[in-house]
């Protein structure tokens, strides 16, 4: 997933609103984020197959360090645990360490059978991926559901809280919904770099929600 992936984030902004969108997203995309690293590495390893599935040529043929459940549970602690002393919240930090776990049990919906439970041990999968109709259906319900509740629980404080997040939606939503579409990279290295991009996406996101406040009065802005 992409954009559902996004839609967790935003709807968890409703449960912390004196956390970041932008920490949010770099908690969603978390394993995605210390991916590309592994993959330049050795340690991880990917394919580009077209037909691997329908929506992505991608084959991930070994990702035990960053998308097996174990790890990404540990993950999900660390990342948890920063946040909550970052924010003197414990609340916080179990909900961004939710967040962080979430990528998993979205992949294992999206993916076929290349999800590991643990680094060496079986794996799980879907495969809602196979089908192009169903994904665009399903993640995109996702998208919409995400939107709804970050616009209710936040407003804009400025005409750049409008335009900056507008512009990420747009931009997002582009993306995932060409990807099918669009010519597959011409090698894993070129892969790699690409996807170093993704860290532009919580920037983004953080200097979007820096511009807009929580809707309740009683809640202090965002961080």
């Known amino acids: 997933m992409f954009v559902g992936h996004l839609a967790v984030a935003l ?22 984020l210390i991916w590309p690293p592994l993959l330049l590495l050795g340690l991880e390893r990917a394919r580009i197959d077209p037909g691997n599935t329908a929506f992505t040529p991608l084959a991930f043929d070994s990702y035990p360090w960053s998308h097996s459940l174990a790890m990404v549970l540990v993950w999900g602690a660390l990342v948890g645990l920063a946040a909550g002393r970052y924010y003197k919240d414990r609340a916080s930090g179990v909900v961004v ?39 665009l259906v399903v993640e995109g319900a ?20 409008q335009v900056i997040f507008w512009s990420l939606v747009v931009l997002c939503t582009v993306m995932w919904a060409t990807g099918p579409w669009s010519p597959p990279p011409p090698s894993v290295e070129a892969l790699s770099k690409f996807a170093f991009g993704a860290w532009l996406l919580p920037l983004w996101a953080g200097w979007a929600d820096a511009h807009r ?6 809640v202090a802005p965002a961080a």
């Not at 969108?21 to 394993?31: N, P, R, Y």
């Not at 936040?154 to 005409?159: E, I, K, L, Q, V």
């Not at 406040?213 to 009683?218: G, I, L, N, T």
């Open 11 to 32: 709807a968890a902004k409703k449960r912390t609103p004196r956390v970041s969108l932008g920490v949010l997203m770099a908690a969603t995309a978390f394993i995605d």
């Open 97 to 135: 360490g939710g967040v962080v776990v979430s990528h998993w049990f979205l992949d294992a919906i999206s993916h076929r059978p290349d999800m590991p439970l643990w680094p060496g041990g079986p794996v799980v999968g879907l495969g809602l991926w196979n089908s192009i109709p169903l994904t």
């Open 142 to 161: 996702m998208w919409a559901a995400g939107l709804a509740i970050y616009l209710r629980a936040t407003r804009p404080a400025d005409r750049a809280g």
């Open 213 to 218: 406040r929580p809707r309740s009065a009683a």
